[in-house]
């Protein structure tokens, strides 16, 4: 089967400067900036997939994808070409998983062209201290890859229910306007590393390779310490793994590829190079990929 390919990347950073902030301005950021990347036009875009979790004014309908479309002018027409777009939460595993239903459907001949995007920011005033995302933008479109060598491997995704309560984001209505509360429990990145391993190891076997036949390794970026625990953990070099914490804090559901865009402007990724995408969610959910440059 014909592979799929990230044919381009847009990224808003955390801590722009002369920036209008919300986690809408730093989506339509970043979806801007991957059309403008592409060869594809807006219109072309024939799928939208939002993954943001945390939402100006805590948004839960109508889906604030269609306010994202529209922002950026996809398809808001009623003649003509058509755009569907939808919300899919997923947690830190969100843009993954939006990436594996955008290539489901590519393969299955229902669409040719799609975007999953993804940003995160908390509008309250007075936020809550265990709330350390830092507002943020990612976007990638996905297409059909002109070779069979380049793009997404298969896609793996695990949830493990005996740890669902050390993990969770709610909105408060006690509070005006609702108050976004996060509950992390201790254990929680001990319960991560626990989790892991499976998917890795079905991940490897689907795609018949080892963790030693990978080039770079780019995990959510849960802290500096949890990427020096996890190199540990799976064997795997800690100088292969991208490790952006340095510059910003965990972004949640855009983490992982801001750390792609990030590995890709450091140094050009060599064709023949296999990186794997790893994400950590509420669930706990892990979610993993393998991309062939």
Request: aromatic share 10%.
């Amino acid at each position: 089967m014909q592979r799929c390919r990230l044919e381009s990347i847009g990224v808003s950073y955390p801590n722009k400067r002369h920036f209008k902030s919300g986690s809408l301005n730093h989506a339509v950021w970043a979806g801007r900036t991957c059309v403008e990347k592409s060869k594809h036009l807006a219109r072309d875009i024939q799928l939208l997939i939002n993954t943001g979790i945390h939402r100006d004014d805590h948004y839960a309908e109508p889906a604030f994808a269609a306010f994202i479309q529209k922002k950026l002018g996809i398809n808001t027409e009623f003649q003509g070409r058509k755009t569907l777009s939808f919300d899919l939460q997923n947690s830190g595993c969100g843009m993954l998983s939006a990436a594996y239903v955008i290539t489901t459907m590519i393969q299955s001949g229902s669409v040719q062209v799609g975007m999953a995007i993804s940003s995160e920011a908390n509008s309250d005033k007075k936020t809550d201290p265990n709330y350390t995302y830092p507002e943020s933008g990612a976007a990638i479109i996905v297409d059909v890859s002109p070779t069979s060598s380049e793009g997404f491997g298969g896609f793996v995704f695990k949830t493990f229910e005996k740890y669902r309560d050390l993990y969770s984001s709610v909105v408060s209505l006690l509070e005006k306007r609702g108050r976004l509360l996060v509950r992390k429990k201790q254990g929680l990145e001990e319960a991560y590393l626990q989790c892991v391993e499976p998917v890795l190891s079905e991940l490897l076997q689907h795609e018949n390779l080892e963790l030693a036949d990978i080039d770079y390794l780019i995990p959510s970026q849960i802290s500096d310490g949890f990427l020096t625990n996890l190199a540990d953990k799976i064997s795997f070099p800690l100088d292969k793994i991208v490790n952006t914490t340095h510059l910003f804090a965990d972004t949640l559901t855009t983490s992982v590829f801001l750390g792609l865009q990030y590995l890709m402007d450091r140094e050009p990724i060599a064709p023949g190079k296999k990186v794997v995408l790893l994400t950590f969610g509420a669930g706990i959910t892990v979610g993993a990929t393998i991309y062939y440059f």
